[in-house]
């Protein structure tokens, strides 16, 4: 029996604060501004956070091994990253969506032990997420 997986679009906007330098975490978030102290945060204005995810996704996601497929894309690049669910997942924030490399769960935690943070992401691509005109379109597919 093949398996469901469960999807998730997100529309976001580039920011010319976008660092993507930390190592243990990825954002995107609904907030349109960001200072430099934002430095996981991959995309603003985000149309979705934790809490706007359609309740099937978020029932999969809490699965027991549940896997998480995170694709990036902007100006025709892509970047994966795979991370896990977890029962423990909260999914109720308002404003953010976090990927973490660490195990670490609080209302903002979409997924845990993830293959790569914001610091990961190549430098070509950041540059294109710098840039305030590039919509980010971000898929989160769930299996």
Aim: charged share 30%.
């Amino acid at each position: 029996m093949p398996v469901r997986k469960a999807t998730e679009s997100i529309l976001a906007w580039g920011h010319p604060n976008i660092q993507a330098i930390h190592p243990s975490t990825l954002m995107f978030t609904k907030e349109k501004h960001l200072s430099k102290a934002g430095d996981c945060i991959v995309a603003v204005a985000a149309d979705k956070a934790a809490a706007d995810l359609n309740q099937e996704f978020k029932r999969r996601l809490r699965e027991p091994n549940a896997k998480l497929t995170v694709i990036i894309e902007t100006d025709g690049l892509t970047q994966q990253i795979n991370a896990s669910g977890s029962p423990r997942l909260l999914l109720s924030d308002s404003k953010d969506i976090v990927i973490r490399r660490s195990d670490y769960i609080s209302e903002r935690t979409l997924a845990i032990h993830a293959d790569k943070s914001s610091l990961d992401l190549p430098r070509e691509f950041v540059e294109k997420l710098k840039d305030p005109t590039e919509t980010i379109k971000i898929a989160l597919v769930v299996a």
